[in-house]
């Protein structure tokens, strides 16, 4: 099993940056590929990025490319989502994942991704 427990949510202006926070806890969480997803108001969950175990390798969604950067601390047994230039687009719950099958690359299909934290609201003001 493992824990996921997201925290930096907020409301801010649009231009403005957040960071998120991951946490995790149970099997070995710096052996993971961890992944960011977000879900906008009446849409389907969607990816975000995702980081490689070892941090080496990064992979975003077009629409956040250049703006949003995934990050990972294995001391801290933290994922990290830095966020700048936010637009009111942006506004969704942000959920962090784990992806503990090994072998397969950087995922961005939320059914490729076993374990989910609750989320983090976040909500850009135009």
């Known amino acids: 099993q493992v824990q996921l427990v997201e925290s930096g949510g907020g409301l801010v202006q649009a231009g403005g940056s957040l960071r998120l926070s991951c946490a995790g806890s149970g099997r070995p969480f710096h052996s993971h590929i961890m992944g960011w997803f977000r879900q906008r108001p009446g849409k389907e969950r969607e990816f975000v990025a995702a980081?490689?175990?070892?941090?080496?390798?990064?992979k975003y969604a077009d629409y956040v490319e250049g703006r949003f950067t995934i990050s990972r601390d294995h001391a801290e047994n933290s994922v990290y989502l830095q966020m700048s230039n936010l637009k009111p687009e942006d506004t969704a719950v942000y959920y962090c994942?784990?992806?503990?099958?090994?072998?397969?690359?950087?995922?961005?299909?939320?059914?490729?991704?076993?374990?989910w934290g609750q989320g983090t609201q976040v909500t850009i003001s135009s």
């Open positions: 980081i490689s175990w070892n941090g080496g390798r990064t």
């Open positions: 994942a784990a992806d503990i099958t090994y072998g397969m690359g950087l995922r961005s299909e939320s059914y490729e991704y076993e374990y």
